[in-house]
């Protein structure tokens, strides 16, 4: 994922942010409706379901290195120790280290 360049600019400008609810409805309007009542408007909405990876399809050499965050691998991509695999297109993304 490649950011606008002025994504960074306007998050440390304060012209855009995150709000931390549960919407309790989508107005006709496209508005939400919060579970306190407020009504705001959004350009995005991201749904976190709590997704866990799973790693039960992989050789038992390599979940033997599997850590609480998941797998180290050298650009993503390579895992050291173990041949003959490699990963592309991983699930990780430096975008959300944004705070």
Do not use: W
């Not at 107005?27 to 976190?48: C, M, N, R, W, Y």
């Not at 993503?76 to 003959?84: C, D, E, H, Q, R």
């Amino acid at each position: 994922i490649i950011s606008h360049p002025d994504f960074f600019p306007m998050i440390h400008e304060k012209k855009i942010g995150a709000v931390h609810s549960t919407i309790q409805r989508v107005l006709p309007t496209g508005q939400l409706q919060l579970h306190d009542d407020s009504i705001i408007e959004a350009d995005e909405l991201v749904f976190a379901t709590g997704f866990k990876r799973n790693f039960e399809f992989l050789p038992a050499c390599l979940l033997e290195k599997v850590e609480s965050d998941g797998i180290y691998a050298y650009r993503n991509m390579i895992v050291p120790g173990v041949p003959n695999i490699a990963f592309l297109n991983s699930n990780v993304t430096t975008f959300s280290n944004i705070t």
